[in-house]
Every structure is written in structure tokens, then in C-alpha cells.
């Protein structure tokens, strides 16, 4: 059985929140979203728009909260959940519709809306607007950032390389002379050796 369903809309209302476990962890927010039915009625004072009621949890709720206000077009992918409830007083059960939101897109034209308000740019935005100049520069940091953060994890000391000695012309010129006084000792000896050897 297969329960999945893709919406693309407008939020119709400012998403709400309705538990919240801590000032920095949403558990669950709520919005209306807007869909046009894609026909006109014969009737023109009958509704063409459909109000969905959608609901999230956990981060892709807080990402709700951040970046979505009245009028965002987003795309979001869930399931339909039918639910019942029974008001006191009541003999008759209620039933209402709601969309589970498992993930949600920004669209391109998020940012604009006919109330003229400007919003957040998205990550996503964000990241196709830099140049690739840009991306490459902002991956190496993050790279570099991503490698101290593990050194530093580690408690590795740095390494600790003695500086290189440099020779003076003078110490070089007396080193390369004991050398050459050295291969012509050996070369010497070569010889005696061979003349011993001869004789």
C-alpha cells in the first residue's frame, strides 16, 4: 500500500506553532496550504482553491519557521492522514484531513510576494546565487575548518621541526677542500696497494 502525495502551493496563513519542547527545538508547527484546482467553474462565485491542512515536525518544522511566511510558494512531499475526533457533548465524531510533511522545497520565487515583503533567502538560494570561484573557496573552508576541528579533537601537539642550519662560504669552502684531501688519500692508497701487490 502506498500512501505519498506531492503538493505545490502557498502558504495561506503564517505557520503556527503548537508544542514547543524547549526555546530552541520545534516539535510541530502548522499551516493552511493554498492550491489552485487548475479549472474555472461555471459557477464564478464557487471556490477554485483548495486549503489543505499541512503539519511537520522536528527540523523540517524549524526550517518551516525560519524561512516560510504568508504567501511562500513551497513544494512538500507526505502523506494524507484522516483523523477523528469527538468534541464533549457530542454523539457524533469529527473528521478532518491533514498533509504529514516528510520533506519540503523552497521554490525559486520564494522571495517574492504580492504583499511585497522581502524574505530570508534559503541555503539553496544562497548557494546557486556565488560563482563557482565562491563554492570552491567556501568548500576549502569548510575543509580546513573540518581538519582543525579534528586536531583539536585529537589532542594532537603540533610537529615541531628544527630550523635548517645554513653553512657559511667559509665552512662550505673548508668542507668541499677535507674532502677532496680524503678521496686523494684513498686514491693514493689504492695505488701503494697495487704496486705492493705488482712487486
Partial sequence: ??????LVGRLANVPKTNHSLNKNSVQCVTFPLA??????????????????HCKAFNKTAANILQYCRKGSTVC?????????????????PQYFTEIIIESIKFLPNFGAIKTGDVLPQTPDEIW????????THAIMLTKETLVKQMIAEQ??????????KVIADDESHQLLQTL??????????EVSEEAAVVS
Fill in 76 to 92: 512538500v512531499t507526505g502523506q494524507i492522514h484522516s483523523n477523528r475526533y469527538q468534541k464533549p457533548g457530542e454523539d457524533k
Fill in 1 to 6: 500500500m502506498i500512501n505519498k502525495v506531492v
Fill in 35 to 52: 492550491i489552485e484546482r487548475g479549472y474555472k467553474p461555471r459557477d464564478e462565485n464557487a471556490q477554485t482553491v483548495d486549503f489543505l
Fill in 128 to 135: 546557486n546565487e556565488l560563482s563557482d570561484a565562491e563554492k
Fill in 180 to 189: 677532496d684531501e680524503i678521496s686523494t688519500r684513498d686514491s693514493s692508497d
Fill in 155 to 164: 589532542n594532537t601537539a603540533p610537529i615541531v621541526t628544527e630550523p635548517v
